[in-house]
């Protein structure tokens, strides 16, 4: 991947047309190395504002012989005449080679430092880091290189080595960042704003761990704060029957009243997938039902619990102002936890009656192909049970099409008629063939990022932000592979592995999960239904006295458990498998009470006969996140059995996934 310096031509023509200062380089570089002495009176003295030049303009500029002797030693020039230079084309090229330097690769050895640069107050558009380039060991670095050719209005939409590297190679480089204190720094800033509004992503597949303790104190010391509570990644749950969204919903609803989050302040709960945008737009019409205009709104979560991608799409939605939804760059997104390092943001639409009006035409023509769409995928399902075709989905669009610009315009010099500008009413305008000119919406996203600066929405617009994940259990995720994660993380919908076990058994899924049965009345078989990734296998039950043994033996010998693998190097070692006991009552066949959540890798449903006491011990790696999820997110998953499959003391069912939930009515 090579960087591209896309200032060079721009840098070229403000050198060679420096006399004129038709446009020169924009307007609020950063600052340095010029002495704060020599750029005022720079600026006093010739009417422009070295600011305008990128730091390495300004350095090949403070060194230029001629411009110091004719312009800075003369005192009689008037202050606003506009200098000229009377550069040769030699001497113009030699400047440009002090400005620019040659293209180099995404090399975490090839990085270059300048201790002369401090930290900006700029942050990383994909992590929110504050952009630096003097050490590239802390998080926010910015080749040396690059950092000397960008502007500040550049910066604003530029992201860190880190993220840069993150996207292009798919690696997490480990970088040193200021310890965060997320109670003081987040929940406090938001208890003291009178008007702040949150939104709480909940991960459904790892219930209670992505509900924080923390959050309840929101309710509890303002009374002021309301919420919006979201369950994520409902598309990778399989439908079990008529009441499978009332029992999710029971299950969120419940696991959040036991952390505190209760009362009349909460405004509203509702299930998601921000990956296929499945609900997304009720969500953003409840929004502004609830909170138009009135108040900062902030996205907390867990780690890992997908806020970064509901931050993108949002961005991409009515909810954000169509200027900035052109020019800001989406959040950083991975599989590992912890890439948000500090609050993203993006300023939040007021929606008056026009353009609701806007929003409804929209939100009904898409309706129209939402069912079109739907109704091909239920012919397409019936005949190949494909389950990606049995994930719910929705559409995510933008209504509007015409916005203000705030005291400024957009250069439209040779560009082509499908967007022009108002000069008096300061709207832009977009042409029908808009859409499908991708050179021209290009260069408009550039025109776009021109003229965007977050004070152009000071004091008129509220903002919505994206806060970093707590790490509490997620945190041993940064451990792991890229290769690993794409294993633990389930790609589409989650089919139970449905196994049967008696006292004395134990079933291992990959290396991660270990379930020991140790008792139930009467010895009596006990039901586990494994909602785990695909990828990770799922070892026949045994019994549990060789249970370390094959442990180890599948470990060391080939890739059999696949996670952890054995080879993988890591900066610090996994934590060994620890055990919690619970205890289980079932109350029927067809019907699981508990589940016992095995962290971010997964959980088990468990069923047995009616009275029927099971006594489980279950491992996870470190012992983290191993919790008693009451009651059952998916009660009757265990239904989806069909078939045991006794071939070789096969002790599973084969589960079918026999109905495909009806999307039309969250329509």
């Known amino acids: 991947m ?80 506009i200098p000229n230079l009377n550069l040769s084309d030699n001497k113009i090229q030699s400047l440009l080679d002090e400005v620019s330097q040659p293209d180099f690769d995404l090399d975490p050895l090839k990085l270059e430092e300048d201790a002369k640069f401090f930290r900006t107050k700029t942050n990383c558009s994909g992590c929110g880091a504050l952009l630096q380039c003097n050490d590239k060991q802390r998080d926010g670095f910015i080749d040396a290189r690059k950092f000397k050719l960008l502007t500040k209005q550049e910066l604003n939409f530029t992201v860190c080595f880190r993220c840069e590297f993150l996207k292009t ?17 987040i929940l406090k800033k938001i208890v003291s704003n009178k008007k702040a509004h949150v939104v709480i992503l909940v991960d459904l597949l790892d219930m209670p761990n992505s509900i924080y303790d923390g959050w309840s104190k929101l309710i509890q010391e303002n009374s002021s704060v309301d919420m919006i509570i979201l369950g994520n990644k409902f598309d990778l749950l399989p439908n079990t029957g008529p009441k499978f969204e009332h029992s999710v919903m029971k299950s969120l609803s419940y696991q959040c009243l036991k952390k505190g989050l209760k009362g009349p302040q909460i405004k509203h709960v509702d299930l998601i997938s921000a990956k296929t945008g499945f609900n997304l737009e009720k969500v953003i019409s409840k929004f502004f039902d609830c909170w138009n205009d009135e108040g900062d709104v902030y996205l907390l979560g867990m780690a890992n619990a997908g806020k970064s991608v509901l931050f993108n799409k949002l961005l991409s939605s009515d909810y954000c102002r169509p200027l900035a939804s052109e020019a800001l760059i989406r959040a950083t997104t991975s599989f590992w936890p912890g890439t948000t390092l500090n609050m993203l943001k993006f300023p939040i639409t007021f929606m008056n009656e026009k353009k609701n009006g806007q929003r409804q035409r929209r939100l009904k023509s898409e309706l129209d192909k939402l069912v079109e769409i739907e109704d091909k995928r239920v012919k397409r399902y019936e005949k190949t049970h494909e389950l990606k075709d049995a994930e719910v989905f929705g559409l995510v669009g933008s209504s509007f099409k015409k916005y203000s610009i705030q005291d400024d315009q957009i250069d439209l010099e040779n560009a082509q008629a499908t967007y022009s500008i108002d000069e008096t009413t300061g709207m832009i305008t977009v042409g029908e063939n808009f859409e499908n000119n991708r050179d021209l919406k290009q260069k408009f996203k550039r025109d776009a990022r021109l003229i965007f600066k977050p004070e152009m929405y000071k004091n008129k617009s509220t903002w919505f932000y994206d806060t970093p994940g707590v790490l509490q259990s997620q945190k041993i995720l940064q451990n792991f592979s890229k290769k690993e994660l794409e294993i633990i993380f389930p790609k589409g919908l989650i089919m139970p592995r449905i196994y049967w076990m008696v006292p004395g058994q134990t079933l291992l899924v990959g290396g991660l999960i270990r379930i020991d049965l140790l008792e139930s009345t009467n010895d009596e078989r006990v039901l586990f239904s494994i909602m785990a990734s695909p990828a990770l296998p799922v070892i026949n039950p045994f019994k549990t006295e060789d249970a370390d043994k094959i442990y180890d033996k599948y470990y060391n010998e080939g890739n059999i458990l696949r996670v952890p ?78 078939k045991w499959d006794r071939k070789d003391g096969s002790q599973s069912f084969k589960a079918v996934y026999y109905k495909k939930p009806n999307l039309l009515k969250y329509l």
């Not at 600026?43 to 800075?72: C, D, M, R, T």
């Not at 960042?177 to 003081?184: A, K, M, R, V």
């Not at 959980?603 to 059952?632: D, H, N």
């Open 565 to 642: 693998h054995k080879h993988h190097i890591r900066e610090e070692p996994l934590p060994s498998l620890k055990s919690k006991t619970f205890e289980v009552s079932g109350i029927g066949n067809h019907m699981a009470m508990s589940d016992i959540v095995f962290s971010c890798f997964g959980w088990t449903a468990v069923t047995s006969r009616p009275g029927v006491k099971a006594k489980i011990r279950a491992f996870t790696l470190g012992g983290q996140g191993l919790q008693i999820r009451e009651p059952s997110l998916l009660p009757f998953i265990v239904n989806l059995r069909r």
């Open 169 to 185: 190679k798919k690696k997490l480089l480990n970088v040193t960042s200021n310890s965060f204190d997320y109670d003081n720094l």
């Open 2 to 81: 090579i960087f591209r310096y896309f200032r060079i031509s721009t840098i070229e023509n403000s050198f060679k047309k420096l006399n004129e200062l038709k446009r020169g380089i924009r307007k609020g570089s950063f600052e340095k190395p010029l002495e704060k002495n020599n750029r005022e009176f720079v600026s006093q003295k010739l009417g422009i504002n070295l600011a305008e030049f990128p730091p390495a303009a300004q350095a090949a500029l403070k060194l230029n012989s001629e411009f110091k002797n004719k312009h800075l030693n003369d005192q009689t020039e008037p202050q606003n005449k």
